[in-house]
């Protein structure tokens, strides 16, 4: 499928770098599908949220959860210059 936005330069925190590794999976699952558009763990505001973002040219967040229960999040910025994969803690 065609992404729905350009991820820009990619960036993990290095706490979320080791969860990803630690838990088997790899970061590009996740850049996969937050470029696809499914948002992962977010609330139906959340969601709604991110649909007008990708028309305004705001700021997109998904938030997925490890095979080991860990939470990452997935921030684009607004100007589609990075994407940066964290914990919700490193916010």
Request: with cysteine; proline share 5%.
């Amino acid at each position: 499928m065609k992404p729905k936005f350009p991820l820009g330069q990619t960036v993990a925190t290095p706490g979320a770098l080791t969860a990803i590794i630690d838990a088997g999976h790899t970061p590009t699952e996740f850049l996969d599908r937050h470029v696809q558009g499914d948002w992962g763990e977010l609330d139906e505001e959340d969601r709604h949220e991110n649909e007008r973002s990708l028309v305004d040219d705001c700021r997109l967040l998904s938030a997925y959860r490890l095979r080991d229960g860990t939470k990452i999040w997935i921030i684009t910025e607004a100007d589609r210059s990075s994407t940066t994969i964290l914990l919700p803690e490193e916010y």
